[in-house]
Each structure stands twice: as structure tokens, then as C-alpha cells.
């Protein structure tokens, strides 16, 4: 089955410490997304990214980072100078091919910082 | 789509009783609208969306929406609700052409027995 893949599913992060979460998908969709889910506050853009080896920044990109090595690949990178890292992080992909981008999501990976 | 509002962040309701949540956008052009529904610690799935055509589109789960250009809303509704409705419904909209996807803040559904 195609689909998208978040990992790890629960993610706990000492403070000072960088950590990486994992997004794979086999839909063969050319862009890819990172979104922060907070309570009360919807879903806010991170990065994204169109074709592989090129990405943009989104509305909260400062203290992360990414890569687009694979066009099934998009990794999450938060460092340590995200002042307030918990949440839950969404990864999703879409087909440029398709007229209205619909967005198909992860499951989500739930950071704490301890 | 330059911004998405959902009116209410929560609506309880008894089971089987109709709901309706509701919806606002702006844009100074076109757009495509989306429904979301995501269930506790899950990724969001898509429930139905507006591309062109019929105002009234159906999507899974018994839910419809209906588009109204002139009052710049997009407002989903069930006209019987179930326990497993529980959950956090987003309303979405993009630009007809544009990538981003501009959000609302959720609208959490509670249904009672």
C-alpha cells in the first residue's frame, strides 16, 4: 500500500540536543511538507519542498533544518536552538501533477524535551 | 488563500442530533477548499473538497459541505452524528495555482451519548 511514514512515533530530546524525525513515501509525489501542531493553534508551515535537492522555508523555520536528498525522503532536523521544540510534527506530500495539491499526511511524531 | 477561520474551537453535541462546523476564508483569488478530520494522535485525512462545479459537495462519513463565494464560507455539516465522529476537523484552503496550504486552527468535534 502507498502511503506516507513518520518515525519514530513518541520522540524524547534532553535540552541542547539536536534530534532528526523520519518522513518516507511511496506515492511518488514530488513535494513534501513539515508542519507543528500545537493545541489551539492549527497547522503551521515549517519547510517544504518542491523537487529533490531544493526546499524553502516555511512560516516557523528558524531552529530546524532539512534535506531533499531522495524525492521519497524528506528528514526533519530540530536543533538546538528551537527555544520550545514539544509538539507534534506532521509530515505530508503531494503530486504537483494534480490541479488542487490536495495533501496526503503521516501519522505524526510527538516531540518532548525533557 | 490568505487566511482560513473556523468559528468555533469546540462544538459538543449528542449523538444521532445534525452539527454543522463552521468556516470562513479569504482570498483575493480563486481557491480550492479541503476538509480535514484528524482523530487523537493521528495524521489528518481528508474528508471532502471543493475544486469547482456544485456548491454542495459529499464527502466520507456522511459529511457535506457547502461553498458559498458571496459569504466567503465553506461550512461542514452531518446531519447525524455518531461517537466515532469524536475528533479535530480542519478546514483548508490553496490559491487555484499556489503550493501553500493555509490552515484553520481546528474545530474539535465531541459527540455525547
Known amino acids: 500500500d502507498g502511503g506516507i511514514t513518520q518515525s519514530p512515533k513518541y520522540l524524547f530530546r534532553k535540552e541542547g540536543q539536536n534530534v532528526t524525525l523520519s518522513c518516507e513515501q511511496n506515492l511518488n509525489h514530488d513535494a513534501m511538507y513539515w508542519y507543528r501542531q500545537d493545541p489551539g493553534q492549527g497547522l503551521r508551515l515549517i519547510y517544504y519542498s518542491q523537487i529533490v535537492n531544493d526546499f524553502q522555508k516555511g512560516d516557523i523555520a528558524e531552529g530546524y533544518s532539512v534535506s531533499r536528498e531522495k524525492k521519497e525522503s524528506f528528514p526533519l532536523t530540530v536543533t538546538s536552538a528551537q527555544k520550545n521544540p514539544t509538539a507534534f510534527y506532521l509530515c505530508a506530500s503531494t503530486t504537483l501533477a494534480s490541479q488542487y495539491n490536495e495533501q496526503f499526511f503521516g501519522p505524526g511524531t510527538r516531540l518532548t524535551v525533557l | ?113
Open chain 2, 1 to 113: 488563500a490568505q487566511s482560513v477561520t473556523q468559528l468555533d474551537s469546540q462544538v459538543p453535541v449528542f449523538e444521532e442530533a445534525p452539527v454543522e462546523l463552521r468556516c470562513n476564508y479569504s482570498s483575493s483569488v480563486s481557491v480550492y477548499l479541503f476538509w480535514y478530520v484528524q482523530y487523537p494522535n493521528q495524521g489528518l485525512q481528508l474528508l471532502l473538497k471543493y475544486l469547482s462545479g456544485s456548491t454542495l459537495v459529499k464527502g466520507i462519513n456522511g459529511f457535506e459541505a457547502e461553498f458559498n463565494k458571496s459569504q466567503t464560507s465553506f461550512h461542514l455539516r452531518k446531519p447525524s452524528v455518531h461517537i466515532s465522529d469524536t475528533a479535530e476537523y480542519f478546514c483548508a484552503a490553496i490559491n487555484t495555482g499556489g503550493f501553500k496550504t493555509i490552515f484553520g486552527a481546528g474545530t474539535r468535534l465531541f459527540v455525547k451519548a
